[in-house]
């Protein structure tokens, strides 16, 4: 049974930092492009960051260049969203995908709001 459970969400300041976590289990990691996307309220879903199957490559929305860092680790089959000087308006639910050709799973979200 496919998983992919996030984590590591939370309430924080503007200029804070927080890390999330992307468990995954049931099918084969390694082989598999990992992204992450987020959904802010009345506003489509949108992708953040995404990291070959190697680490390799990774590619970064503009909006969080810079900012933001992708990892894998594929002993531990998790993917890492490392998130830097948060601004409000990177409040959304964080959502990861596996991706292989067609084939595609998600997570259920996490929730990050960045506030004073």
């Known amino acids: 049974q496919v998983q992919l459970v996030e984590s590591g969400g939370g309430l924080v300041q503007p200029g804070g930092s927080l890390r999330l976590s992307c468990a995954a289990s049931?099918?084969?990691?390694?082989?598999?492009?990992m992204n992450w996307y987020r959904q802010a309220p009345g506003k489509e879903r949108e992708l953040v960051a995404t990291i070959g199957p190697t680490s390799g490559t990774t590619h970064y929305a503009d909006s969080v260049k810079g900012r933001f860092t992708i990892s894998r680790d594929n002993v531990k089959q998790a993917v890492y969203l490392q998130m830097m000087s948060l601004k409000p308006e990177d409040t959304a639910v964080y959502y990861c995908?596996?991706?292989?050709?067609?084939?595609?799973?998600w997570g259920q979200g996490t929730q990050v709001t960045v506030s004073s």
């Open positions: 049931g099918f084969t990691f390694k082989s598999y492009v």
């Open positions: 995908r596996a991706q292989f050709y067609r084939t595609s799973y």
